[in-house]
């Protein structure tokens, strides 16, 4: 397929979707940020009562001014409705009789309580997709308990596998399966999306987080049941394959570190020359990729005794072109400004923000030869969009929707 000459005027694959997004914190809007991204029209809602928490992280004053929700909730439209007040349920029943796909990822049971099971959606929109992203899912014994990132990585045992040998879990600092979990969310919203453009039928598709940190434990539960061998923690080595050296170690600057993995004898030989290790080449402790696998504390002091002495993209550029795997371990800063790679692909466009002015985003890591994704804009204020979703999308007229302000209804 050719490329169109205009990427600008490619489409977009969602483009004409309409989602009615209840969601907050991070595993929701992770997933319908990448449905905005491809195209939907993502109409945000909120109570001013009871706002996204990522709107009052601690930052500048104001609901608007967290990078954190600029991030998740770019290319979104926000209204804000007063459940409470019956106009204000009105509206948001005739948004959603009018929407596509409704997604929310609260407790179990809370939207149900807010007036809104499955039933009560379908009664406003028949094939309506209504997607649910909670911890345990909205079925099982564990139902009622409540998660964040790092606790379904705990419970899914990822948390078990992460760290060095005979030290604690480490668990990762990152809410990982926070943003694996919304992943999982918009792959299932586009699929339940397409079961409905071939049947007519909608559906209610319940996702759990837990589920999908179990998803990434699937090495350690085939080791276990194959072969009867209970799970560690490795740190950064490698077990299958057994090979070494394979780590992580220091070099010259303020926490700057290099991966290197040496897969081979030759790479093993070309290692020691450019570090200058003619007698660690030598030594019968290491001539051999078992005999290092056995010695590898030894094998990784000796490394990390001369690594210092190297600027990390340096080394890693020369390590390269003998043909020895190694890599930056990057922070930010690499990521965002010296990676060619990135830059050639255009990862972090830009987007403006009414209050936080032009930042960069991270982009979407795809790219399609007959369409395209976007970043029109950053994310919306609150209730910024509640006048033109009101009047132009579900038909108030301007009157009344000073009524429905004037009452307290948005």
């Not at 390590?319 to 930056?328: D, E, I, M, W």
Request: aromatic share 8%; charged share 20%; net charge negative.
């Amino acid at each position: 397929m050719t490329a169109p000459a205009d990427p600008a005027a490619a489409p977009l694959p969602l483009e004409g979707i309409r989602v009615c997004d209840f969601s907050w914190i991070v595993a929701g809007p992770q997933s319908t940020r990448i449905l905005a991204d491809l195209g939907a029209e993502v109409i945000k809602v909120e109570n001013e009562d009871h706002l996204d928490t990522v709107r009052l992280q601690p930052g500048q004053p104001g609901p608007n001014r967290r990078g954190m929700h600029n991030n998740f909730n770019r290319n979104k439209l926000s209204i804000t409705a007063n459940l409470g007040h019956p106009r204000g349920r009105e509206l948001v029943e005739r948004l959603i009789s009018v929407s596509d796909l409704v997604v929310e990822n609260f407790s179990p049971g809370a939207f149900a309580r807010m007036g809104f099971p499955y039933e009560r959606l379908r009664e406003l929109r028949p094939d309506i997709v209504y997607l649910s992203v909670s911890g345990y899912g909205h079925a099982g014994r564990d139902t009622t308990y409540v998660t964040w990132g790092p606790t379904a990585q705990a419970v899914s045992g990822c948390t078990a596998v992460s760290g060095l040998p005979d030290e604690p879990p480490a668990g990762w600092g990152f809410s990982y399966l926070d943003h694996t979990a919304g992943y999982y969310a918009a792959v299932a919203a586009l699929m339940a999306l397409y079961h409905r453009a071939q049947t007519g039928e909608g559906q209610h598709v319940d996702l759990s987080q837990v589920e999908t940190g179990m998803l990434i434990q699937g090495l350690h539960m085939l080791d276990f049941q194959v072969n009867g061998r209970p799970s560690e923690r490795i740190g950064n080595r490698s077990r299958f394959p057994a090979v070494a050296p394979h780590g992580i170690y220091p070099c010259a600057g303020d926490d700057r570190w290099i991966a290197i993995a040496v897969e081979n004898d030759a790479c093993w030989r070309a290692l020691c020359a450019e570090l200058g290790l003619p007698a660690l080449a030598a030594d019968e402790r290491f001539a051999t990729n078992d005999a290092r696998v056995a010695n590898q504390d030894v094998l990784d002091a000796a490394i990390a005794s001369c690594t210092p002495e190297r600027e990390p993209h340096e080394l890693m550029e020369a390590l390269q072109a003998r043909g020895v795997p190694a890599g930056v371990v990057q922070t930010m800063e690499d990521r965002m400004e010296r990676d060619p790679q990135l830059a050639d692909r255009g990862f972090y466009p830009v987007a403006a923000h009414p209050e936080l002015g032009d930042h960069r985003f991270e982009g979407v890591p795809m790219r399609f030869s007959g369409a395209r994704w976007r970043l029109d804009r950053g994310a919306p204020l609150l209730s910024e969009h509640t006048r033109h979703v009101a009047t132009a999308i579900l038909g108030y007229s301007e009157h009344e929707f000073d009524e429905l302000v004037a009452e307290g209804a948005v």
